[in-house]
T-cell receptor, first 117, second 112 residues
């Protein structure tokens, strides 16, 4: 079990450019989540997938943001026409429903830090 | 709307000085309350899940407790390596909703 991995770890871009981040969940975890965290705040939920289906989206997820999980394994988060307000840490988490418990624990990756100039 | 408020925002302790962190929450039916630890520049690290009032969980110097409106993270005889931000999050019972709502965290500094 290598944990959740995210790439790149850091991204600097200019306003108006598109960026894409990748998340590889813990092997065999069927749920995958994206969160955004700004300095001094807790993570804010963006969206979640169960296998390849996107089941929940936050109101924070504007139409410039799109996420995919095409084969139910890794996921990508794309931000189009970036704005300075998009600067944040983008966190990915994964969980498994196989335990049969009430709630499945979300395990987080190291994050991708985005800076929009 | 689910809400989580953590206090204090920051806490400075001397090594060995025990204390408690507070997490107050409102949620439309609680599926689970989670505690995470986060070091600077890293992702949150899972500590505990609590499901119902009266439940307690322990790990090394940490003990988490839960009531119907609050959770506490008790730190006994902390060491400098316990310095981190501690995050509390809730997950609602609503079918299909899996999003965690986080508080802003408590930044803990333990001085030797």
């Amino acid at each position: 079990d290598t944990g959740v991995s995210q790439n790149p770890r850091h991204k600097i871009t200019k306003r108006g450019q598109n960026v894409t981040f990748r998340c590889d969940p813990i092997s065999e975890h069927n749920r995958l989540y994206w969160y955004r965290q700004t300095l001094g705040q807790g993570p804010e939920f963006l969206t979640y997938f169960q296998n390849e289906a996107q089941l929940e989206k936050s109101r924070l997820l504007s139409d410039r943001f799109s996420a995919e999980r095409p084969k139910g394994s890794f996921s990508t988060l794309e931000i189009q026409r970036t704005e300075q307000g998009d600067s944040a840490m983008y966190l990915c988490a994964s969980s498994s429903t196989s335990g049969g418990g009430i709630s499945d624990t979300q395990y987080f990756g190291p994050g991708t830090r985005l800076t929009v100039l | 709307e689910d809400q989580v408020t953590q206090s204090p925002e920051a806490l400075r302790l001397q090594e060995g000085e025990s204390s408690s962190l507070n997490c107050s929450y409102t949620v439309s039916g609680l599926r689970g309350l989670f505690w995470y630890r986060q070091d600077p520049g890293k992702g949150p690290e899972f500590l505990f899940t609590l499901y119902s009032a009266g439940e307690e969980k322990e790990k090394e110097r940490l003990k988490a407790t839960l009531t119907k409106k609050e959770s506490f993270l008790h730190i006994t005889a902390p060491k400098p390596e316990d310095s981190a931000t501690y995050l509390c999050a809730v997950q609602p019972m609503d079918t299909g909703r899996r999003a965690l709502t986080f508080g802003s965290g408590t930044r803990l500094q333990v001085q030797p």
